[in-house]
């Protein structure tokens, strides 16, 4: 299958592709989106309002407040592992983009008033739901089908096509047994989210296993920190709620015999839980009255809960913070191929903001689109010379190294003792892989091979992305606690 080619392809149907694919078609350009599961569905996006209480927003909201206030912390939090401009952008946009957001998705905010977040100063945390509690992305859906956006489901990207010296198109698997194809696209997006299934415990759905880090690492293209991820305590067992950090500090969690000091932080609950998680140790949390009634119905139902009003925790890699390299466009190092959403890293640094997901996938989702309407008009014709796959290596035996990645990574996802990560490292590296040609791939080892290399790229980078660079900084990926609110 070949798509036009002067088309945009767009990987991934979370807010930052849709955002992007609407922007792009609407100016009159041909934008593809693909999707390995139902669009709209399958991404991050569609889980906050189901794994979450409710969508945060934050932005500068009230008198006082300004986006340079909210740059100044979205800086201090990050602690220089932030890349250059994106935190400018992202406070510059977030008030306007998060109106348009609850337009365009016709959410409902749940209070009159923004709530103040553990750590600000202002209240910034706008509280929603989407009204008559839609599926979150069908009204960007919707918009996309209206302008024109075309949506290629139940494909998996696993590669990239690189001409002279661009990116020409991606390489995918049709997950309904039709093999292996090319996409050609005059420019290619990474919209693919985050890699925090490349982890056995994580809030994120399963495609989002660092599609962005293996590719761009594949092809050489520049990343920014990939190490730098958030974990948070969830429930134990299924659904993985985060029940908010207000919750969980105000709660009476439980590990062994001892009680948490009350006075904790969501950073020193988290540490405290995957540290018990790794002796194993239960940890049993105790909502307040007023926490129990926003729990999931399941949760709530479980044996647990019923006969001792406690929950066992666990913790669960949560967000990727660091990603494929861009400049504030979404420009990546590679001409022709962009990145946006939480598959680009470094709009934050080592602690992340709570309530900014979903503002940097459409505003930096929009910008890519932007750039790449400009950026076309210089585009040359593209070459057929020395074009290339640029493809992670293809485990042999995937179904082998998926169970022996959740084996390596299960107790890595907070606490990362050095020798456990190079050992680990050492092991994946040498891993078999299939010495066959990207076309004779199947879905499952496209599946693997995206997990190995974007775990490689994750795993590697935990050293110098943790705190060692950053005075003062909690252990890398001990989670950045501000998913917090007051409230
Ligand atoms: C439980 C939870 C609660 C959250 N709460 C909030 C909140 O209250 N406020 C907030 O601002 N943010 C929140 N976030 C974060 C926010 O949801 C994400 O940052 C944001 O949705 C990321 O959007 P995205 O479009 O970049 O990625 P995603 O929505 O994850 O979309 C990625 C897309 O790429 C696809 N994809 C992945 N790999 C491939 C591949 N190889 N080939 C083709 N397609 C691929 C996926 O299937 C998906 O369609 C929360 C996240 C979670 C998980």
Same mark, same amino acid.
């Given at each position: 299958? @070949?798509?036009?080619?002067?088309?945009?392809?767009?990987?991934?149907? %979370?807010?930052?592709?849709?955002?992007?694919?609407?922007?792009?078609?609407?100016?009159?350009?041909?934008?593809?989106?693909?999707?390995?599961?139902?669009?709209g569905r399958?991404?991050?996006?569609h889980?906050?309002h189901?794994?979450?209480?409710?969508?945060?927003?934050?932005?500068?909201? &009230?008198?006082?407040?300004?986006?340079?206030?909210? !740059?100044?912390?979205?800086?201090?939090?990050?602690?220089?592992?932030?890349?250059?401009?994106?935190?400018?952008?992202?406070?510059?946009?977030?008030?306007?983009?998060?109106?348009?957001? $609850?337009?365009?998705l016709d959410l409902e905010?749940?209070?009159?008033?923004?709530?103040?977040?553990?750590?600000?100063?202002?209240?910034?945390?706008?509280?929603?739901l989407p009204r008559n509690r839609h599926i979150m992305l069908a009204p960007a859906l919707t @918009?996309?089908? #209206?302008?024109?956006?075309?949506?290629?489901?139940?494909?998996? &990207?696993?590669?990239?096509?690189?001409?002279?010296?661009?990116?020409?198109?991606?390489?995918?698997?049709?997950?309904?047994?039709?093999?292996?194809?090319?996409?050609?696209?005059?420019?290619?997006?990474?919209?693919?989210?985050?890699?925090?299934?490349?982890?056995?415990?994580?809030?994120?759905? +399963?495609?989002?296993?660092?599609?962005?880090?293996?590719? =761009?690492?594949?092809?050489?293209?520049?990343?920014?920190?990939?190490?730098?991820?958030? =974990?948070?305590?969830?429930?134990?067992?299924?659904?993985? !709620?985060?029940?908010?950090?207000?919750?969980?500090? /105000?709660?009476?969690?439980?590990?062994?015999?001892?009680?948490?000091?009350?006075?904790?932080?969501?950073?020193?609950?988290?540490?405290? $839980?995957?540290?018990?998680?790794?002796? %194993?140790?239960?940890?049993?949390?105790?909502?307040?009255?007023?926490?129990?009634? $926003?729990?999931?119905?399941?949760?709530?139902?479980?044996?647990?809960?019923?006969?001792?009003?406690?929950?066992?925790?666990?913790?669960?890699? @949560? /967000?990727?913070?660091?990603?494929?390299?861009?400049?504030?466009?979404?420009?990546?190092?590679?001409?022709?191929? *962009?990145?946006?959403?939480?598959?680009?890293?470094?709009?934050?640094?080592?602690?992340?903001?709570?309530?900014?997901?979903?503002?940097?996938?459409?505003?930096?989702?929009?910008?890519?689109?932007? #750039?790449?309407?400009?950026?076309?008009?210089? *585009? %040359?014709?593209?070459?057929?010379?020395?074009?290339?796959?640029?493809?992670?290596?293809?485990?042999?035996?995937?179904?082998?190294?998926? @169970?022996?990645?959740?084996?390596?990574? %299960?107790?890595?996802?907070?606490?990362?003792?050095?020798?456990? &990560?190079?050992?680990?490292?050492?092991?994946?590296?040498?891993?078999?892989?299939?010495?066959?040609?990207?076309?004779?791939?199947?879905?499952?080892?496209?599946?693997?091979?995206?997990?190995?290399?974007? =775990?490689?790229?994750?795993?590697?980078?935990?050293?110098?992305?943790?705190?060692?660079?950053?005075?003062?900084?909690?252990?890398?990926?001990?989670?950045?606690? +501000?998913?917090?609110?007051?409230?």
């Amino acid at each position: 299958m @070949h798509a036009k080619a002067r088309s945009v392809l767009v990987v991934g149907s %979370g807010l930052a592709g849709l955002t992007c694919a609407a922007e792009l078609a609407a100016s009159g350009r041909d934008a593809l989106v693909v999707s390995p599961g139902r669009a709209g569905r399958d991404g991050a996006t569609h889980r906050v309002h189901a794994l979450a209480p409710w969508i945060l927003l934050t932005a500068p909201w &009230v008198r006082g407040d300004s986006p340079t206030r909210f !740059f100044d912390d979205l800086k201090r939090r990050g602690l220089g592992l932030e890349r250059s401009g994106l935190a400018e952008v992202l406070a510059d946009s977030s008030h306007a983009a998060a109106l348009r957001l $609850i337009e365009d998705l016709d959410l409902e905010p749940m209070d009159a008033e923004p709530v103040t977040l553990a750590g600000d100063e202002l209240p910034r945390g706008l509280r929603c739901l989407p009204r008559n509690r839609h599926i979150m992305l069908a009204p960007a859906l919707t @918009h996309c089908a #209206a302008v024109g956006v075309r949506v290629r489901e139940r494909t998996l &990207v696993f590669g990239l096509l690189i001409g002279e010296d661009r990116v020409v198109g991606a390489v995918v698997v049709d997950r309904d047994g039709g093999g292996v194809s090319s996409i050609e696209a005059e420019a290619v997006v990474l919209a693919c989210g985050g890699g925090g299934a490349v982890f056995p415990v994580t809030t994120s759905p +399963r495609w989002c296993r660092g599609t962005g880090l293996a590719l =761009a690492s594949a092809a050489a293209v520049l990343l920014h920190r990939p190490g730098l991820a958030q =974990a948070l305590p969830v429930t134990a067992t299924p659904p993985l !709620f985060f029940p908010s950090s207000a919750a969980l500090v /105000h709660g009476r969690i439980e590990i062994g015999s001892r009680a948490l000091p009350a006075d904790r932080d969501v950073e020193a609950t988290t540490v405290a $839980i995957a540290g018990a998680a790794r002796a %194993g140790t239960p940890a049993l949390f105790e909502p307040i009255a007023e926490t129990a009634s $926003i729990l999931p119905a399941r949760v709530r139902a479980s044996a647990a809960f019923k006969q001792s009003g406690r929950i066992p925790l666990t913790v669960a890699l @949560h /967000h990727c913070i660091g990603g494929v390299a861009i400049d504030t466009w979404g420009r990546t190092s590679l001409p022709g191929l *962009y990145a946006c959403g939480e598959a680009a890293g470094g709009v934050q640094g080592q602690r992340r903001t709570m309530g900014t997901g979903l503002l940097e996938a459409a505003v930096f989702g929009r910008r890519a689109a932007q #750039a790449i309407i400009r950026d076309q008009k210089e *585009y %040359g014709p593209r070459s057929e010379r020395n074009r290339r796959a640029a493809v992670p290596g293809l485990p042999f035996e995937p179904a082998a190294i998926e @169970h022996r990645l959740d084996e390596l990574l %299960g107790p890595l996802v907070v606490l990362r003792p050095p020798d456990e &990560v190079e050992s680990a490292v050492r092991e994946l590296r040498a891993w078999p892989l299939g010495d066959f040609e990207p076309s004779l791939a199947d879905e499952a080892s496209a599946f693997a091979g995206i997990r190995r290399q974007a =775990a490689l790229a994750m795993l590697g980078a935990f050293r110098e992305d943790r705190s060692a660079d950053a005075p003062g900084a909690p252990p890398a990926g001990s989670g950045e606690g +501000r998913w917090t609110t007051s409230a």
